[in-house]
Structures are given as C-alpha cells and as structure tokens.
C-alpha cells in the first residue's frame, strides 16, 4: 500500500507565498510523475503542476511564472512552491503520484488534500 501525504497548506494573503509538500511512503518501487491538482469550491478539479522523475515540469496556463514545482527522489517527495499568490488560487491542493510497488502493481495514488485560502 502506498500513502502521499501533504503539508504546507494554511491561510495566505493575496500577493504572499507558500509552499507546498507531499511525501510518499509504502510499498514503492519507483515513481514515475509526481503532481499536484486543485478543486475551487464549486468547480472541478484542475491540473496545476506535473514533474517526471527526469525533472520534466508542466504547469498550468494560469500558474505559470508564479508556481515551482520540484521533487526529491530520494525521499518520494513533491513540492510547490507558489508565489504571488491571488484569491482565485484558493483551493484545495492535492497531491498525486504514479506509482510502481515492489509488487510491480501500477497505480495513481492520490493524497487526501490541503486546504490553501488566499484572502484579498
């Protein structure tokens, strides 16, 4: 079995900064993309940041020049690094990862999320 877990999340104010974590742990063999959705309230969930185990990064339009996403390998763990932060970035922030246990079984695991509200 394979567990993410988040940290980081909190109460920010419009233009501040935050960072994000996320720590796999369990049965894992490897991991493949490591990345990082959000869900507004009311709206579906969106793609923010993605990375490769290579370090390959993708983002999102609407984040791009503000979020840095980041990933130790060593210790399973993603990051988000999100400046200038604007009330429409509220969300809940989560995690995901594909994953490849010592069992050799693929699957998406996905992180149980954390609440970031930006006030104006």
């Known amino acids: 079995q394979v567990q993410l877990v988040e940290s980081g999340g909190g109460l920010v104010q419009a233009g501040g900064s935050l960072r994000l974590s996320c720590a796999a742990s369990?049965?894992?063999?490897?991991?493949?993309?490591m990345g990082w959705y959000r869900q507004a309230p009311e709206k579906q969930r969106e793609l923010v940041a993605v990375?490769?185990?290579?370090?390959?990064?993708n983002y999102a339009d609407s984040v791009k020049g503000r979020f840095t996403i980041s990933r130790d390998n060593a210790k399973n763990t993603v990051y988000l690094q999100m400046n200038s932060l604007k009330p429409e970035d509220t969300a809940k922030y989560y995690c995901?990862?594909?994953?490849?246990?010592?069992?050799?079984?693929?699957?998406?695991?996905w992180g149980k999320g954390s609440l970031v509200p930006v006030s104006s």
């Open positions: 990375i490769t185990s290579g370090g390959n990064a």
């Open positions: 995901t990862a594909e994953v490849t246990t010592k069992q050799h079984y693929a699957m998406n695991v």
């Open positions: 369990g049965s894992i063999f490897s991991i493949n993309f």
